[in-house]
T-cell receptor
Framework: SAVISQKPSRDICQRGTSLTIQCQVD?????MFWYRQQPGQSLTLIAT?????????ESGFVIDKFPISRPNLTFSTLTVSNMSPEDSSIYLC?????????FGPGTRLLVL | AQKVTQAQTEISVVEKEDVTLDCVYE???????LFWYKQPPSGELVFLIR??????QNEISGRYSWNFQKSTSSFNFTITASQVVDSAVYFC????????????FGSGTKLNVKP
């Protein structure tokens, strides 16, 4: 399996600010994904991040709000920009590895 | 259309009881993957099992077992002799074989195991 770490594990932010979440995996992977999980809900895919190309965003998510970087095959960042209380969620990164998606521990974000 | 339905929103059992979590899926694909994940209160999503659509053999891993029935499009998960540590939200997911960014999650079933 792939071992994934995320930073920060949790944060409390003020509305209007931005937060960058880091995702590090212990092996080189082609596909990395960012998900949002709102309180009590299932997971929703924000975007797919492939190294060397622009991230592909799902319907309802835009690059200006959720810019993503993928500088190499083991690392990615997701920025939540101009935050509002509605952005309070768990943000999870995952990787496709050996025909399975493995998930990081998540970042719990609370926006006041 | 691809869809995963977990009709049980929340289940409560007493420790040592057996419990089955239901998962029903819809897909037009002939080959696909099915998954179960566990999300404890800490929030991490833990991979439990992957099943390929052409492998209908049931699987047992310790107290966990999975029943895959293509005829009824179901992939149910049974925990035998449940323990308090099994308390979590369990997600069933459907994945496309050739387009791995397409992952369809069910709404999850929250399992409460009481001592």
């Amino acid at each position: 399996s792939a071992v994934i770490s995320q930073k920060p594990s949790r944060d409390i932010c003020q509305r209007g600010t931005s937060l960058t979440i880091q995702c590090q995996v212990d092996s080189q992977v082609t596909m990395m994904f960012w998900y949002r999980q709102q309180p009590g809900q299932s997971l929703t895919l924000i975007a797919t991040a492939n190294q060397g190309s622009e991230a592909t965003y799902e319907s309802g998510f835009v690059i200006d709000k959720f810019p993503i970087s993928r500088p190499n095959l083991t690392f990615s960042t997701l920025t939540v920009s101009n935050m509002s209380p509605e952005d309070s969620s768990i943000y999870l990164c995952s990787v496709a590895h050996q025909e399975t998606q493995y998930f990081g521990p998540g970042t719990r974000l609370l926006v006041l | 259309a691809q869809k995963v339905t977990q009709a049980q929103t929340e289940i409560s059992v007493v420790e040592k009881e057996d419990v089955t979590l239901d998962c029903v899926y819809e897909t037009r694909d002939t080959t696909y993957y099915l998954f179960w994940y566990k999300q404890p209160p800490s929030g991490e999503l833990v991979f439990l099992i992957r099943r390929n659509s052409f492998d209908e053999q049931n699987e047992i891993s310790g107290r966990y077992s999975w029943n895959f029935q293509k005829s009824t499009s179901s992939f149910n998960f049974t925990i035998t002799a449940s323990q308090v540590v099994d308390s979590a939200v369990y997600f069933c997911a459907l994945g496309k074989v050739y387009n791995f960014n397409k992952f369809y999650f069910g709404s999850g079933t929250k399992l409460n195991v009481k001592p």
